[in-house]
Each structure stands twice: as C-alpha cells, then as structure tokens.
C-alpha cells in the first residue's frame, strides 16, 4: 500500500491544480452558490475518513430540535444502492432500506428520528427535503467541498489523531495522502472541531497553528454510553463487559479509533475481523464472522453502529450468536458556547 501512495506521487501536483482551479471559481463567483429556503449547516472535513462526521451531525440534529428548529438532514447517501432523490425518512418512520440510502444517514436516523434524505445534487436534494418536510433548517453531512450550495455555517472537522500526526504521506493531498484540500481551505470554515473521540486533549501541533488564527475552534469527545443487542434492541452497561472476549467486526474508515475505545471498555479486543470502509455485508461475510466466531471461541460479535444497522439483515443467519454494538454519543468539551455559537449564526 506504502509502495502504491509513493508511485502516485506524481499525480498529486495534477490534483492540486484541479482543486486550486475550482476553488477559485468559487471564490471569484464564476461558479455560483445557489440559496435554498432553510437554515443550511454543513458538517465536513479536510481528510479522507474517520473525523467523526456522523456522531457530528446526529448532535447537532438532536441540539437544533431541542432548539425549536425544524430540523432534517441531507446527505449523498455514499454506499448506496440506488442514485438520484431519495426520501429516507418523512419524521415518522423510515421510508427505505439501509442499501437503498446508505448506512451514515440510515443510522442518523434511527438516532435523532428526524426528516432525511439523500441526493448527490445538493441543491436539488435540500429543495425536495424542504418541500416534502417543511423543514427550516438542514444539516448537510459532508458537504465541505460540495460548494454548489450555499450554507449558512460550515463546520470543519478534524480527528485530533490525524493533526497530531507528523507523517509526511498522511498530511499531503490525494491520490498519495489523506487531505481532500490543502490547510488553507480552513479559511472558508467559520468553526474548527478537533474531534479527540476518546482521546485526551493536546496541543495543535505548530505546523498547523497559522491555519486555526482567527477561527472559533472547539474540542468534541466520544462518551461510551452501553452496548445494545441489535436484535432484542437491549441496552447493557460498560461493566457487563468487561474482560468478555468477543469477535470485534469493524467496516468503518478509521478502525483504530474504535478499537481503542473498546480496550479502555476492557473487552478484550485481540480477536478482530476488519472490513473496508461502507462494507457492504453479503453472505459471504456473514460466513466468515460465524466461522471466525467459532474457531475463536468468542463469547459474542461486537461491532460499530454503523456496521450494525447493516448485520440487522442477517439476524436470521445469526441467531446463534449474540451482535452487540457499542453505542457512542458525541460532547462537546464547552457546549454552551458552542450552542451559543450555533444559535447565534443561525438568527443573524
């Protein structure tokens, strides 16, 4: 993989260029941000993966509607089976399937139960959202360089890991590296978290300094709340777990994080299965997780929640065996100035 990213090398110039020609088409309104009637908030990162994107928008849905804002979310739906509009939940019930709009916004909702929907065309999505749900607010999941749509917040977000990494072929731009865009793009962010997930606090590294000046910058960490049976739908305590060996199945971007909150659960972790990212589970994977399960001797699977709303569909195939997830809740470290923040933006 190494050998790969240094043989791409070449191409990062080329990419740069490309992003460095768009941007500025925005910039000097060539290309034009189009309005839509709601509040837009856009949630996004620099990097490929694995900022915490999710966690993000299901607190903010959650915080705007205690707020008194008809609040949905819209997102392009990635993994899915399906392309144009689709309507995944009318604030009632879910309309689709996990396949049809994808695991991130599938699981949003089961979350915040709050209107959604997915569309690669932004505008053309937050369009239909407004007019079949009446919201007034939209909470766009990774949308900071979808900028055909103009949003009234955009929130930039950063895993504290990857800032504190000095990795050379980490910080540089695809195809080679992790970053989207180039730091400088921060500038067109009015708020930088540093998502440190379950991580304590540390400094921003000095390289990076220059590009937080100027900015609201807030700090977010992950709070380990149970494990849920996703098929009884029972919610146990950390404690229940503890020294429980289980096969740990993980399809997530950034398994690290996950399984390093595991360990400090103190499940014992040393039996894992990792999957790609978005893995779209078939058969064949069900497969592999029983046979894996029984040759180790676990005492139960333990997964994220964004793999387990796709593993639900085989609870059939794995009635034997008990599926747990662990259920996480994003903080904020001040979250009445982040609120204050929020609100204020949103009413000027």
């Known amino acids: 993989m190494i050998f790969l990213r240094f043989i791409l090398l070449p191409l990062v110039p080329i990419y740069a260029l490309i992003i460095k020609i ?12 189009k309005k839509v009637n709601a509040k837009i908030i856009s949630v996004g990162n620099l990097t490929v993966g694995g900022s915490g994107k999710t966690p993000m928008v299901i607190y903010l849905s959650n915080l705007l509607k205690n707020n008194g804002r008809e609040v949905g979310v819209l997102s392009r739906g990635y993994g899915r089976k399906s392309k144009g509009f689709i309507l995944v939940s009318d604030n009632n019930k879910i309309l689709t399937t996990v396949d049809q709009c994808g695991d991130e916004i599938y699981h949003t909702v089961m979350e915040s139960n709050i209107p959604a929907a997915v569309s690669e065309n932004r505008v053309n ?78 400094e921003i590294p000095a390289k990076f300094k220059k590009y937080f000046k100027g900015k609201e910058v807030f700090n977010s960490f992950y709070e380990a709340v149970g494990f849920l049976d996703i098929k009884k739908k029972t919610l146990y305590r950390i404690e229940d777990f503890e020294g429980q060996k289980s096969l740990v199945v993980s399809g997530v971007a950034n398994p690290f994080s996950f399984i390093h909150a595991l360990k400090q659960t103190k499940v014992d972790t040393q039996n894992q299965l990792i999957f790609r990212d978005h893995k779209n589970y078939t058969p064949k994977e069900i497969k592999k997780i029983r046979k894996r399960f029984y040759e180790t001797n676990s005492h139960s699977v333990v997964t994220t929640e964004k793999d387990a709303v796709k593993l639900f569909k085989f609870s059939k195939e794995l009635d034997d065996i008990d599926i747990f997830y662990l259920k996480i809740k994003l903080q904020m470290d001040d979250e009445n100035s982040f609120k204050t923040f929020l609100i204020n933006k949103l009413i000027n």
């Open 125 to 202: 999505g937050a369009t239909k959202l407004i007019l079949q749900t009446h919201v007034n607010s939209i909470i766009l999941d990774d949308a900071f360089q979808h900028r055909w749509i103009y949003r009234d917040i955009n929130l930039l977000l950063f895993e504290q890991k990857f800032l504190a990494d000095n990795k050379f072929m980490n910080n540089i731009l695809l195809p080679s590296g992790l970053m989207r865009e180039q730091m400088d793009s921060m500038k067109r962010a009015d708020a930088i978290i540093i998502n440190r997930k379950f991580s304590d606090i540390v």
């Open 22 to 33: 768009r941007n500025l088409l925005f910039d000097y309104n060539i290309f034009k941000e």
